[in-house]
Each structure stands twice: as C-alpha cells, then as structure tokens.
C-alpha cells in the first residue's frame, strides 16, 4: 500500500498493530505533509526497527509528472499514474489564494456529451494517494502552498465515493495538508443516494451540482445521468441536504451556444433554483477538436446573468483561465493518449 493513502486514524491503528506508541502517527503524519521528506529515511524520531516496518509494508512513491502547460495564473498537470494511465490538475492563482482543480477517476462513465472526459470511458477510480499527491507534487512545483482545492476534474467524485473521503480527511488535517473544509469543493454530476449520504459527513465540504439544464428534456440530452435522477429527485435531495447541513450549494451551469443559452432556459432555470439557498456559476464553454458544442457569445451570456439577477438569483460568471492551454477538462490527457 502507498503511505499517502493512509488517514491519520489508519496510521495510529497501524502503530498500535504493531506494539507502537499512537503519538507516532502524528510525528508520521508531520514528517509527510509538513516537512516533505522523499524517503523514509529522513525519519529521525521514530526507531529504526518501526522504520523498517514501514518500508516492508508501504511504498512512499508519488506520481510521475510528464507534462506542464502553462499561461497566465494557470498551470495545467499532466501526470501519468503507475499503471501507465494518465490524468490531469489545473493549478489557478486567484487573488485569495492558490486553487487547485483535481482529478478523481482516470475516465468518466457519465457521459455528459459535452464534456471531453466523459468522452473518454472510465478505466478506473483513483486512490486516495493518487488524489493527495496531485496536491503534493503541484506544490513542489508552486513552491508556495495550495489554499483551496475543488474535485472537478476528470471523472465523477462520487462514483469514487469512499477514496473521495479518505482524501478530504488526509488534506484537512492538522496534520496533513490543514486544507480548511469549507475551502474544499466538490462537484456531481447528480448522483442522488450519494448526495443525501454526503448530507452526513462531519467536514464542511462545499457541494457543487453541475447542472448544465433547467429542464428534464434539455438535460436528458446532453446529460445521460437525468435518465437515472431526474430534476425532481435531484432536486428534492438538495432540499434535505440543505436542510441538514445549511450549506450554501452552487450550480454549475456551462453555457453552450443555441443550446442552453437561451432567454426562456434563463428564466426556467431561476424558477429551479431561485427558493434555494445556492449561487449559479455561469461558465463560458471551452471547445475542444473533438466535440462540436460552442462557446455562448459575450452578449448572450450577459443576458442570460441578467435575467438571472433580475430574478434574485446568485449567479458569477467564472473567470476564464489558460486560453492558451488545452483549458478544457481531459483535453491534455486525450492529446496524450490520443497520439
């Protein structure tokens, strides 16, 4: 097993498994998220024979880092896993901080038809390491540290359900990477039963719902999982799970041209979200080679958050990144694979 997919409550069960003091866990825990070591041998306070334990029962390897894109406040990683597969993290400077946008499964089974993961099948869930150390590794590279972390990049998180929470406990902790919960972000698609299970967990994670359309028709369309949770069931499970937590949700909603752009999918869509207590974030489509939806025009995305406004409801248009990268999610791990 790899040493980073083990949570702080694993490694002082492991300890104590083997005749150990629990203490060490959190000396464990500091030596791999506070002073970075590259091997166990940098390890000074923990007996040599515990030490020789660890290396017979964990690998210490991180990925393999095969490509960086970079342009302004945006760096795009490219990492291939040990399995030879790849995935992708975008790092964004914003003025509050360093954000980091990770991958959660090497595919996607979702098959959102404007989405250039879901274009590409899920080959499988990442481990919880292989999540932690895309924020490693991208820190090494930053030489600062990451602030804010969102799982939006390839793959659906809560089909990855149980290594998505072994990941928030590893970077949330003190000891770990002390990423604050509620600048955590995590984003579905619409898979209902993990929504309401998610409404459960202790840490303020923020849930985000890509939502794309405000009606059952239109989303059936470009988004196969309203076949499987319709807008009604997903949107009665937001209502319970803002009910338990009273978090604030945000809609994901990317604009594509003549599609779900229009005035009157404005207006639906007010009348979705607008008894809820969430935020609409607008974002400008970025096209791929590969699929043929368009980016809305400047001058219908700003009717479209007009109306929005007009009608009471938060609503951001995200800030456009790497224009001069392969910006869309899965695109640089499609031009690798696709050689």
Not at 164 to 174: A, D, G
Request: glycine content about 4%.
């Amino acid at each position: 097993m790899n040493i980073y997919n083990l949570t702080r409550d694993e490694m002082e069960e492991y300890f104590v498994s083997h005749g150990s003091k629990k203490f060490h866990a959190d000396q464990l825990f500091s030596w791999l998220y506070e002073k970075r070591i590259s091997s166990i041998s940098e390890i000074t306070d923990i007996k040599k024979e515990m030490l020789d334990q660890l290396s017979r029962d964990f690998s210490f390897s991180k990925l393999k880092l095969v490509q960086v894109e970079r342009d302004k406040d945006v760096c795009k990683y490219l990492f291939e896993l040990f399995d030879g597969e790849h995935i992708e993290a975008v790092l964004m400077k914003h003025d509050y901080g360093n954000s980091v946008c990770v991958s959660s499964q090497v595919g996607c089974n979702m098959g959102c038809k404007f989405c250039e993961s879901g274009r590409r099948k899920k080959v499988r869930n990442l481990e919880a390491w292989e999540m932690v150390t895309q924020l490693l590794m991208i820190e090494e590279d930053l030489k600062d540290r990451v602030s804010h972390v969102v799982v939006m990049g390839i793959g659906e998180p809560f089909d990855n359900y149980d290594n998505l929470l072994k990941f928030f406990s590893i970077i949330n902790h003190s000891k770990g990477l002390a990423i604050g919960a509620r600048h955590i972000t995590v984003s579905t698609c619409g898979i209902v039963p993990k929504i309401l299970e998610f409404s459960n967990f202790p840490l303020q994670i923020n849930l985000a719902i890509s939502l794309h359309a405000p009606n059952d028709t239109l989303r059936n369309k470009i988004m196969p999982i309203n076949k499987a949770y319709p807008l009604k069931e997903l949107m009665k499970a937001l209502e319970i799970y803002l009910k338990k937590t009273n978090r604030r949700i945000t809609f994901e909603y990317i604009l594509l041209n003549g599609i779900n752009d229009t005035e009157d999918c404005a207006l639906e869509l007010a009348h979705l979200v607008g008894h809820l207590n969430c935020y609409v974030n607008l974002i400008p489509y970025n096209e791929t080679n590969n699929l043929e939806f368009k980016r809305s025009n400047t001058v219908q995305i700003m009717k479209f958050y007009d109306i929005l406004k007009k009608n009471r409801v938060a609503v951001t248009i995200r800030r456009e990144f790497g224009g001069k990268i392969s910006a869309a999610c899965g695109q640089l791990r499609s031009k690798k694979e696709e050689l």
